[in-house]
């Protein structure tokens, strides 16, 4: 059953059509008659909460007074942005907003849980590390082939010496393959057990002492936001990497 009120809508509005869709492209989902979760539904109340901050963020600026929000805003920005500078480099700014965004909403996914406890936190749901996981994947081997062409960005997985291809190019694609589990696993196992941690100790000591793990959640939060951030940046940079 819907625990969320927001997700009840969107099964009563949406799931109908939305199941025809997914059994038409070959997918049947475990039910049917409610094809959407409180998970998704998170994520969803995240991304809308991310549009509206950056559509309150760009009607309220101005130079002379800026707002808290703005001020909260120019600090991300310039956070990210130095980040980019250091690892992308030149020309950084035009991944700027995706690594940013990709930052906020993971942390902020991390964060539902240990704002409202009774909410399961998304990132501890396999499917949701995954398909961020996997967005990043496409956007930067786009980058990568957009920047260099699909000739130059092959070349890449061929290593620099001729006679090693045939044995560097499959173990390349193999690498890059495993980024998607690497970035699942690392973020979902993460807060998975911080999740399970935070809540051993609630149902143990409900007083007091897990205000701690509160503070622990908190920081791996905030670790694995970062971390997948700067993953994101690592593989954009060597994407778009010439070499000379």
Same mark, same amino acid.
């Given at each position: ?44 109340? @995240? ?9 309150? @963020? ?48 993971? &942390? ?26 996997? &967005? ?36 390349? @694609? ?37 205000? &701690? ?13 970062? @971390? ?17």
């Amino acid at each position: 059953m819907d625990k969320l009120a927001i997700t009840h809508f969107l099964n009563s509005a949406f799931g109908g059509p939305v199941t025809h869709v997914l059994q038409a492209v070959g997918y049947r989902p475990l039910n049917p008659g409610a094809p959407f979760d409180d998970t998704f539904a998170l994520e969803l109340l @995240v991304a809308a909460g991310l549009i509206l901050f950056f559509i309150v @963020v760009r009607l309220s600026l101005s130079v002379e007074k800026p707002n808290p929000v703005q001020q909260v805003a120019e600090i991300i920005h310039e956070f990210t942005g130095n980040q980019s500078e250091q690892i992308i480099g030149h020309g950084y700014e035009r991944f700027q907003a995706f690594v940013t965004c990709i930052a906020l909403f993971v &942390l902020l996914n991390n964060c539902i849980g240990l704002l409202f406890p009774t909410l399961i936190t998304p990132t501890s749901r396999p499917v949701v590390p995954l398909g961020i996981a996997v &967005l990043t994947f496409i956007y930067y081997n786009f980058h990568g082939v957009r920047e260099q062409g699909p000739i130059g960005y092959l070349k890449h997985f061929a290593g620099p010496l001729w006679w090693l291809a045939p044995l560097m190019f499959p173990i390349e @694609v193999v690498s890059h393959l495993a980024r998607i589990m690497s970035l699942t696993i690392r973020l979902f196992a993460n807060m998975l057990a911080s999740d399970l941690i935070t809540v051993v100790f609630f149902s143990m000591i409900p007083i007091a002492v897990p205000a &701690l793990f509160l503070g622990l959640h908190f920081a791996v939060s905030l670790i694995q936001a970062y @971390v997948f951030m700067l993953l994101a940046m690592i593989y954009l940079s060597q994407a778009v990497a010439h070499d000379h």
